[in-house]
């Protein structure tokens, strides 16, 4: 995996914890369902941490945790289903979340601008070719017609 | 016209230098074919039977005649001279190269014009109704707000995948010639009692497969919320359409299984969030865009008074004014529809010479501007009266002037299996043998709205025809459907089945037989939906099927 955060290729300091796998001292993904098993531990003695939702998560099921989350990790099923879009501006609009916010899963490098225009600031792509080429779709437009992002602007 | 300024200039070749290294990368194996479609169709290019098809924009369906003079050297210089106009104000070349695609979109944005989301799961093209800013009845001319939609649609980075394609239509009359019942979001302006500007708000129409009237979801939405309305019901989608089947992924489906009430409430949740922010629209905002329509300078009265004498002594002329020409709200002026539905094309088809013929007898006659309409025509819409002799002998000679607007000739038809990759039956030549068999009744008949489209998706807007032919595939032959008393003005209704498909050599001998029944019973001056109405389904049945 290759992450891009603020246009450049980045060292990634977060870890998925997989199924079964052992916790970091921090900054650790957890899925949702860990995460409301543990989230107590996991504040008290892990911070930072993050999860892992799909792009169809409700964020009602979790909004009441934002300000306990660094990170919110959000899983492309396909690249044609827009659905995250949605969610991560949802996410920085409507719910005030200021932290990072990382698209992973089936993403297109001529994704990476629209994604950083809705509110994700973090983005995972399979290897660094496609970051490469991603970072150089980032500038594909130097105008828009909508708005920044509140949080943005 | 909109008069672009360097913003929208910029975004233009931004997007065609992007579309340019997508192709690109696709040609070199870099992109799979998997991953280039959404992309391409997000700028217009399908691949059809024969070839790629482009989709051109017309936005709201206003064209200059520099535009139109562009359209005639694309189809002349990447095509085989000729472009099919659309029911959506798009204009569609049937044989481009892939290869050559990004160098069309460049000939494009030289003259403002391109192919972005003309396809795709985004919002497509905003259409409106081709009479904006002539017509007697207006409320407000919608050109301004559509080009205000228009802008926010445009690359909207959270809107570009949706679970289907989405479609706004934008009416400034009661008289509903945008057909915003049968979009997305059909938005129908009207003021409220303090006089201040607004929309009604429609959601869920549409026709392919399933064909629905929209609903209203909001009564009145002011000018200033309608982006963040529209958002709202944008997000909402988003969210919640389904995307399990492709079938059931249109708007439409995610408002009837959740209910209007329960959906009009999700949206109105979301858009009490964003009301107030970025999107509200400020009284300067808008008339900022108001101002970049350049307005046109009306004479007070026609120039000479020869017009009556034309129409007494010449009665072809006399019949295309009467079928051809509609009132203008400066009494000086008329409104030019340009039929394309001539017994020697393919309804809706133009060429690349007409095109040329045309622009020139826009910027002689008509301010040098066009439009196109949803049935298929295009419209010179400010002529003065006493210009109408010579445009008329203009049009003649550039085989424009086919006197049957509105009448069963002047149908719409889909490309259907000559060059749709999705029909099932052939439109193109059913639609040349109606126009033969109507050629010299079709204006005697009476104003009759014959819709055809070549498979269920519907492009030919079939359902709202007050006949309307649907080609189906039966066991690999082609047979049609038909349907009676449709209707797609103001108060949209789709049409009844009359009966079983028909086979393909019986189908106009059944149209024909309709016409008889409508004309053996009509009464003076009445149309055929409303002898429909009176008479009902069961004598066009008996018609038809005793027959054949």
Redesign the interface.
């Known amino acids: 995996m290759t992450l891009i955060k603020h246009k450049k290729l980045s060292r990634d300091d977060w870890q998925y914890l997989k199924e079964g796998g052992e916790l970091r001292a921090s900054n650790n993904i957890v899925n949702l369902d860990y995460w409301r098993g543990n989230n107590a531990v996991l504040v008290s003695e892990h911070s930072p941490c993050g999860i892992l939702i799909h792009g169809d998560e409700n964020p009602e099921s979790f909004v009441a945790d934002l300000d306990k989350l660094s990170l919110i990790a959000i899983d492309m099923p396909s690249f044609a289903d827009g659905r995250a879009y949605s969610l991560a501006k949802v996410l920085r609009d409507t719910y005030g979340f200021t932290k990072e916010i990382r698209a992973m899963g089936d993403i297109l490098p001529d994704q990476a601008l629209y994604l950083t225009r809705v509110g994700f600031d973090a983005l995972e792509f399979a290897n660094e070719t496609s970051a490469t080429l991603a970072i150089e779709k980032l500038s594909d437009f130097s105008v828009f017609y909508q708005p920044q992002l509140s949080s943005q602007a | 016209m909109y008069l672009y300024n360097e ?1 929208d200039q ?2 233009l070749n ?2 065609v ?2 579309f340019r290294d ?1 192709t690109k990368r696709f040609l070199s194996g870099d992109l799979t074919e998997d ?1 280039f479609r ?2 391409r169709l997000m700028n217009g290019l399908y691949i059809q039977t024969h070839a790629p098809m482009l989709r051109v924009n017309i936005p709201y369906g206003l064209l200059s005649s520099k535009q139109l003079r562009m359209f005639a050297h694309i189809a002349d210089k990447y095509d085989k001279n000729y472009g099919h106009f659309t029911t959506r104000q798009n204009i569609q070349y049937n044989w481009p190269k892939l290869e050559q695609v990004p160098d069309i979109l460049a000939d494009l944005a030289t003259v403002q014009m391109h192919a972005i989301q003309s396809s795709g ?1 985004c919002i497509r093209n905003i259409t409106c109704d081709p009479l904006a800013g002539v017509c007697a009845d207006e409320i407000e001319d919608p050109r301004p707000y559509c080009e205000i939609i228009r ?2 649609a ?10 289907r394609k989405f479609k706004f239509a934008v009416s400034g009359s009661p008289k509903d010639r945008a057909a915003t019942q049968v979009h997305d979001i059909g938005l129908n302006m009207k003021k409220d009692a303090q006089g201040n500007i607004g929309f009604e708000v429609l959601v869920g129409g549409g026709l392919g497969r399933t064909p629905v009237i929209g609903q209203v979801i909001a009564s009145f939405i002011s000018e200033k919320d309608i982006l963040s309305y529209s958002e709202a019901i944008l ?1 909402t989608y ?2 919640f359409g389904r ?1 399990d089947n492709k079938y059931k992924a249109r708007i439409k489906i995610l408002v009837r299984e959740t209910g209007l009430e329960k959906f009009k409430a999700q949206v109105e949740t979301e858009w009490q ?2 009301k107030g ?3 509200k629209l400020t009284a300067e905002a808008i008339q900022r865009v108001k101002t970049h329509f350049s307005p046109l300078h009306y004479q007070a009265a026609p120039r000479d008074n020869d017009h009556a004498k034309h129409l007494a002594n010449d009665s072809s002329f006399k019949a295309w004014v009467k079928q051809n020409t509609v009132e203008h709200k400066h009494s000086a002026y008329k409104v030019v529809f340009v039929s394309l539905k001539s017994p020697t094309r393919p309804p809706g088809d133009m060429t690349d010479r007409q095109m040329h013929d045309l622009a020139d007898l826009s910027d002689d006659y008509s301010f040098g501007q066009l439009r196109t309409t949803h049935d298929q025509n295009l419209a010179l819409t400010d002529v003065l009266e006493s210009d109408l002799y010579a445009l008329w002998q203009g049009l003649k000679r550039a085989g424009l002037a086919t006197p049957n607007i509105g009448t069963i000739t002047d149908m719409i038809c889909c490309p259907g299996l000559d060059f749709c990759s999705l029909a099932n039956a052939s439109s193109i030549d059913i639609a040349h043998e109606i126009t033969n068999r109507f050629a010299d009744k079709a204006v005697d008949t009476g104003d009759i709205s014959l819709k055809m489209s070549g498979c269920m998706n519907g492009c030919g807007h079939h359902s709202i025809g007050e006949i309307g032919v649907l080609g189906v595939d039966k066991k690999g032959e082609q047979w049609y459907q038909l349907t009676l008393g449709g209707s797609d003005s103001h108060y949209s209704k789709l049409g009844e089945r009359l009966g079983k498909a028909i086979a393909k050599d019986s189908v106009v001998d059944a149209i024909d037989d309709i016409v008889d029944v409508y004309k053996e019973n009509r009464t003076r001056g009445e149309r055929f939906s409303h002898t429909l109405q009176r008479i009902g389904l069961q004598p066009f049945k008996d018609k038809v099927y005793d027959a054949h």
């Open positions: 913003i910029t975004l931004e997007r230098a992007q997508q991953q959404p992309l799961n802008q926010w445009t690359l909207h980075p959270e809107f570009s995948y949706l679970p997000r988003n969210l995307r969030t964003i922010g970025s999107l």
